[in-house]
């Protein structure tokens, strides 16, 4: 299995002869390049045409991080497998309304539904959650009759501020009260965790699209615009609870980052290099670990689970197999 690589230190990063030297002010690193997938730089590094040219060749997908923790964007390489068939397939779902509400609405009631997937497993386990299980259940009903992408954007939206709210009862650290959502910048710890693991959920199901011959730029539920990807926004809605929220639920519950892992600035929230690779080290356990998929009767992993929904909206846009979203167990 190919790894990710995270970079947090300030540096210059450069092809040396067939594999990737990383130096910083304290030594070298060489890194093999056939064990990898991506490279997500956190810190400051400097890069040339010739590194860029060699990833593209051993297609690696580079991914930039700002100092306060948002994404800035992505070297995507060349796309090895891009099929312009597949590409003209996904437009066509795209600009037919009835075609593309079809596919926008599965993937929001799935994610609606791995939702209530967590709220269940934590009221099964003497977290009261009933009523507010309840409600999102009701709005969930209410996306049936909906017949615009802006009405189930808005409906997923109320759905959503209903969900943070069942944070404070779900998470057992006084130190981490959800009041309401705020993004840039976050004003408290746990939008910070958020917004932070949210960034690297898109980007992990970049990775992944770069896999297969879909397009990122042409998404179903966000719209195709000024927006560089659109499909990983789509597909993050799926999984970002059964991922990116059960890890911030694992790392506070068990107080493994504290409120010492982020730092204020006058902008707002931010967590500090420590809280980040605290995170990352959680999210790739969620990542790797391996669930029995129901209809393939095999072990698979998260990671893996990501690039099997990818293959079936491909299979929806151009066999006409039907597309199911992954609804997890737990």
């Keep these: 299995m190919k790894r990710e690589i995270y970079v947090f230190n300030n540096g210059e990063i450069k092809r040396k002869d067939n594999t990737i030297l990383f130096e910083t002010e304290t030594g070298k690193k060489y890194i093999p390049v056939e064990e990898i997938n991506n490279i997500w730089f956190f810190g400051e590094v400097t890069l040339n045409k010739s590194f ?22 992505s070297f995507y ?27 926008a609405r ?14 269940k497993y934590y009221n099964s386990r003497g977290v009261d959650l009933n009523q507010k299980t309840d409600n999102i259940t009701n709005m969930l009903e209410k996306m049936k009759d909906t017949n615009k992408i ?21 998470l057992k650290n006084k130190d981490f009260k959800f009041t309401h959502r705020s993004k840039r910048p976050p004003l408290d710890n746990i939008n910070c965790l958020i917004s932070f693991g949210n960034s690297i959920i898109y980007t992990t199901i970049l990775g992944e699209i770069y896999q297969t011959q879909l397009d990122p730029r042409i998404g179903y539920l966000h719209s195709t615009n000024e927006r560089r990807f659109t499909l990983n926004l789509d597909l993050a809605e799926i999984f970002k609870p059964i991922i990116v929220d059960r890890t911030i639920f694992s790392l506070l519950n068990k107080g493994v ?9 006058f ?3 931010l967590i500090s290099d420590k809280g980040k690779k605290k995170f990352i080290e959680e999210y790739n ?17 998260y990671k893996r689970l990501i690039r099997l929904e990818l293959y079936k909206i491909q299979k929806h846009i151009t066999e006409g197999e039907k597309y199911k979203g992954f609804v997890a167990g737990w």
């Design 106 to 119: 599965e993937i929001v009631e799935t994610g609606i539904k791995n939702i209530i997937i967590i709220l």
């Design 257 to 265: 980052i504290t409120t010492k892992d982020f730092e204020k600035e």
């Design 52 to 73: 860029l040219d060699f990833v593209s060749q051993k297609e690696i997908c580079l991914h930039f991080f700002n100092y306060y923790g948002y994404y800035s964007g």
């Design 150 to 170: 802006e009405q189930l954007m808005a409906l997923e939206g109320n759905i959503r501020d209903e969900y943070y709210t069942c944070f404070n009862d779900i």
């Design 77 to 103: 390489p060349r796309e090895h497998l891009n099929s312009g068939y597949v590409i003209l397939k996904q437009a066509e779902h795209y600009l037919d309304y009835r075609k593309r509400i079809e596919i």
């Design 285 to 301: 356990g969620k990542l790797d670990a391996v669930i029995k998929h129901p209809r393939l009767k095999t072990n698979v992993s």
């Design 267 to 269: 902008k707002g929230i």
